[in-house]
T-cell receptor
Framework: NAGVMQNPRHLVRRRGQEARLRCSPM?????VYWYRQLPEEGLKFMVY????????ESGMPKERFSAEFPKEGPSILRIQQVVRGDSAAYFC?????????????????FGPGTRLTVT | GENVEQHPSTLSVQEGDSAVIKCTYS??????FPWYKQELGKRPQLIID?????GEKKDQRIAVTLNKTAKHFSLHITETQPEDSAVYFC????????????FGGGTRVLVKP
């Protein structure tokens, strides 16, 4: 299965702990997006990364949240000192380069998500 | 920034009937409009998309229409089946600006057998 992979699928953290969420894009995809979905709500954009670069982090909270996509390995979304309001499903999506003219440019495919619960 | 409104928030239809979901967007620069289906506890799945250079696209029982002048687009599902029951999200993005998706609030569709 060459789909987008995320782990862990479920993560429980106590207030004040750190949460680390991982995303491996689809084979051949070099662009990763992170979205957050609060219970019974839609998805909100957080950050867009290419390998070793953060392209757009306009949706990221200014504090406690960070993201990276290293040259080797998965993309990581890190939440420090978690609070109850961080409880949500975090989805990553991957795509081909948005600028490529393949007829499929822009298509984003989502991973299964990580459901974070902060107790 | 972009704002996407989606209506209705819930939709109940009889099996075999059609379902229509409508979305409006605010940024006239948006040029890519995907639709996602999300079943309970699952990932959003891309079911169809449309780009601003076309007005309509069909894929079997699903069709999407786009009116750039009015800045709205719609999803049409014909001959609905119980397995169409899910939450559907529309989204909009600007491909030249990184393609981050702005989602509508979602429509919960229930197809009654």
């Amino acid at each position: 299965n060459a789909g987008v992979m995320q782990n862990p699928r479920h993560l429980v953290r106590r207030r004040g702990q750190e949460a680390r969420l991982r995303c491996s894009p689809m084979k051949g995809h070099s662009h990763v997006y992170w979205y957050r979905q609060l219970p019974e709500e839609g998805l909100k954009f957080m950050v867009y990364l290419q390998k070793e670069n953060i392209i757009d982090e306009s949706g990221m909270p200014k504090e406690r949240f960070s993201a990276e996509f290293p040259k080797e390995g998965p993309s990581i979304l890190r939440i420090q000192q978690v609070v109850r309001g961080d409880s949500a499903a975090y989805f990553c999506a991957s795509s081909l380069s948005p600028g490529l003219e393949t007829g499929r440019e822009g298509e984003q495919y989502f991973g299964p998500g990580t459901r974070l619960t902060v107790t | 920034g972009e704002n996407v409104e989606q209506h209705p928030s819930t939709l109940s239809v009889q099996e075999g009937d059609s379902a229509v979901i409508k979305c409006t967007y605010s940024d006239s620069a948006s040029n890519y409009f995907p639709w996602y289906k999300q079943e309970l506890g699952k990932r959003p799945q891309l079911i169809i998309d449309i780009r601003s250079n076309v007005g309509e696209k069909k894929d079997q029982r699903i069709a999407v229409t786009l009116n750039k002048t009015a800045k709205h687009f719609s999803l049409h599902i014909t001959e609905t089946q119980p397995e169409d029951s899910a939450v559907y999200f529309c989204a909009a993005s600007i491909q030249a600006a990184g393609n981050k998706l702005t989602f509508g609030g979602g429509t919960r569709v229930l197809v009654k057998p």
